[in-house]
């Protein structure tokens, strides 16, 4: 086989197998006011939403809720809050997998004082656990903003064991409040359909190669 030949077959299998690991599934958690419903030292609210969404993520079961969101009244502090314990929503514990990135809409307080800040986070509350996790911002320009953070999950222990996750905040600013929604976990994964092009790429590969010989 001559060195441009195994150059292109070379290429070939990088780009394949970049296809498969870029693959990745997004999975809602909490997005309704159902979703919402609960959570430690907020309200939800249904004249508020973000993503338009009116069927509940994996902490409402994915049935038809009501379209809302979670509103914080943060001050100057850091401060926690948790959805109650969901160490009993198998489908939920599963899609969080063994880590990957929480993504979530939101807006800002604005204006923001002179000299106040403000960070939006997740935090997952578990077995040995108290994370306290913080990402990237972006501007959707809408008056909306995406926060994204990557997370790692080490599981529920079979014999039992608690699950809260939760939007943290560090902040330097008092009475306006904030609006957190569609809160998501997406996961890098190869998909069976891309494996499968993986596969049948390597073995089309394969049989060039050996009429080349």
Not at 50 to 69: C, E, I, K, P
Not at 141 to 163: Q, S
Not at 172 to 189: F, K, P
Request: some cysteine; aromatic content about 10%; glycine content about 12%.
């Amino acid at each position: 086989m001559t060195i441009n030949r195994c150059w292109r077959s070379t290429a070939t299998v990088a780009l394949l197998v970049f296809a498969a690991a870029s693959a990745s599934a997004q999975t809602t958690l909490f997005t309704t006011v159902e979703d919402f419903t609960d959570w430690e030292n907020s309200t939800t609210q249904d004249s508020v939403d973000l993503d338009g969404s009116s069927t509940n993520g994996l902490a409402g079961g994915g049935v038809a809720g009501t379209a809302g969101s979670l509103a914080l009244l943060p001050s100057s502090n850091y401060n926690f809050h948790f959805s109650p314990g969901q160490q009993g929503n198998a489908e939920l514990v599963s899609a969080l997998g063994i880590g990957g990135e929480f993504v979530f809409e939101h807006d800002f307080p604005t204006p923001l004082q002179a000299g106040s800040y403000f960070q939006l986070g997740v935090g997952l509350n578990y077995n040995d656990h108290f994370d306290q996790l913080f990402g990237a911002t972006v501007d959707n320009m809408d008056g909306t903003y995406t926060t994204t953070v990557p997370y790692t999950f080490d599981g529920i222990p079979a014999d039992g064991g608690y699950l809260q996750i939760g939007i943290i905040y560090n902040a330097e600013l008092s009475g306006v409040a904030v609006t957190v929604d569609n809160i998501r976990v997406q996961n890098t994964v190869p998909e069976p359909a891309t494996m499968g092009s993986v596969l049948l790429g390597l073995v089309v590969m394969g049989l060039g190669w050996r009429k080349t010989r």
